[in-house]
């Protein structure tokens, strides 16, 4: 079992900078791909960005490409998503996941966090 927990969210300007952090526990977490998914009030959720065990490929949706990355510290069990020149329409609860293969899809995710709002006014 892997518990996946969440912080760095908030409000914040449009062109503005969040990093999000995402602590896991449990099992050893560098057996796992990871990734970030975000879900808009009133939408489906959808993949943001994703990251290999051993960080040595990374994935971005094309609507964050170039503006988000994605990066993990193993010694210290936390994935990252640096968020910069965000807009309006990034607004959304931001989930962690965990999975055995690169997580793009929600049906590659084993694990999820609860999630931790980021909010972005124009």
């Known amino acids: 079992q892997v518990r996946l927990v969440e912080s760095g969210g908030g409000l914040v300007q449009a062109g503005g900078s969040l990093r999000l952090s995402c602590a896991a526990s449990?099992?050893?977490?560098?057996?796992?791909?990871a990734g970030w998914f975000r879900q808009a009030p009133g939408k489906e959720r959808e993949f943001v960005a994703a990251?290999?065990?051993?960080?040595?490929?990374?994935q971005y949706s094309d609507s964050v490409k170039g503006r988000f990355t994605i990066s993990r510290d193993s010694a210290k069990n936390t994935v990252y998503l640096q968020m910069n020149s965000l807009k309006p329409e990034d607004t959304a609860v931001y989930y962690c996941?965990?999975?055995?293969?690169?997580?793009?899809?929600?049906?590659?995710?084993?694990?999820w966090g609860k999630g931790t709002l980021v909010t972005v006014s124009s």
């Open positions: 449990g099992r050893a977490f560098s057996m796992y791909a």
């Open positions: 996941a965990a999975g055995n293969t690169l997580v793009v899809l929600t049906a590659d995710v084993d694990y």
């Open positions: 990251i290999t065990r051993n960080a040595g490929t990374t």
